[in-house]
């Protein structure tokens, strides 16, 4: 499948910063799976300073905000050639060990609730990728999506006791209880083709976790599959903070407003 993929964010500060940085993961990696065919990335009020791989392989750009700035825009736009492959991204690499994904961080760090919900899957047989299938529709059963009632800092165990989030939620749910069933987990954004909906509010999130022969099997919890060639994959990391599309400081500003737009299609392929 080809998709078309064209992303803007678009921030308005109130008094012109000082200076600033941003952290971007925006630019779509090769895998197994996925073909990036051409990506651009435009910046008005920045300029990039630094590319990258970081210890998890994804590619970023470092970014200083010009001084004075009262408008900072980030647009991507690119085609990427995609396949089905039933959620399998296959083997480890980037800078990190697999032992470093079965470690928990703040954002999934199991409390009562999670422990819980993964405890009655520890005895499920021996197969190992039906485990993890009965975990994401057990997250789901727990945690119905629901946009606006947490944000970026909400912990799994938080959503958990929520019983409403949105798939970053699911993702972190699903990445904590995999931990502690013994999983290497990880934490994915980027962008889903969305039928009969090309513009979005929206990036996409979801999961995946290291089986034995198979590699990195990634799992969508609020969309109950694993992901297909509707799925554009960009970065990858230990939790939302280190996969994040966009992170970063300012000096000087008072308050400012975000605005996002989005468009996913699928573009027919010549033959």
């Given at each position: 499948?080809?998709?078309?993929?064209?992303h803007e964010t678009h921030y308005r500060f109130d008094t012109p910063l000082a200076q600033g940085l941003q952290r971007l993961r925006l630019s779509p990696k090769e895998n197994?799976?996925?073909?990036?065919?051409?990506?651009?990335?435009?910046l008005t009020g920045a300029r990039v300073e630094v590319v990258y791989?970081?210890?998890?392989?994804?590619?970023?750009?470092?970014?200083?905000?010009?001084?004075?700035t009262t408008e900072l825009v980030i647009a991507c736009e690119g085609v990427v050639d995609t396949a089905d492959r039933a959620g399998v991204v296959g083997r480890h690499n980037g800078r990190l060990p697999l032992w470093a994904f079965q470690c928990q961080s703040p954002l999934t760090r199991p409390g009562a609730r999670l422990k819980a919900l993964a405890a009655p899957l520890a005895a499920v047989g021996d197969d190992r990728l039906a485990q993890l299938h009965s975990l994401s529709q057990a997250v789901l059963g727990a945690v119905t999506y629901a946009p606006g009632h947490t944000d970026v800092g909400t912990s799994a165990e938080e959503?958990?006791?929520?019983?409403?989030?949105?798939?970053?939620?699911?993702?972190?749910?699903?990445?904590?209880?995999?931990r502690l069933l013994g999983?290497?987990?990880?934490?994915?954004?980027?962008?889903?083709?969305?039928?009969?909906?090309?513009?979005?509010?929206?990036?996409h999130g979801w999961a995946e976790a290291h089986v034995d022969g198979l590699g990195w099997v990634g799992f969508?919890?609020?969309?109950?599959?694993?992901?297909?060639?509707?799925?554009?994959?960009?970065?990858s990391g230990r939790d939302y903070a280190e996969a994040a599309p966009v992170t970063g400081i300012t000096w000087g500003q008072t308050a400012s407003s975000l605005s996002v737009s989005l468009a996913v299609e699928q573009q027919a392929v010549q033959q």
């Open positions: 499948m080809r998709l078309a993929v064209r197994h799976g996925q073909s990036v065919r051409a990506w651009r990335m435009e791989d970081d210890h998890n392989a994804n590619h970023v750009t470092l970014a200083s905000i010009l001084p004075g959503a958990l006791a929520a019983g409403r989030g949105v798939c970053q939620d699911h993702a972190h749910i699903f990445i904590g209880a995999a999983f290497p987990a990880r934490y994915v954004s980027g962008y889903l083709l969305i039928e009969g909906r090309t513009e979005q509010d929206a990036g969508d919890v609020s969309n109950g599959i694993s992901p297909d060639a509707r799925y554009v994959r960009v970065a």
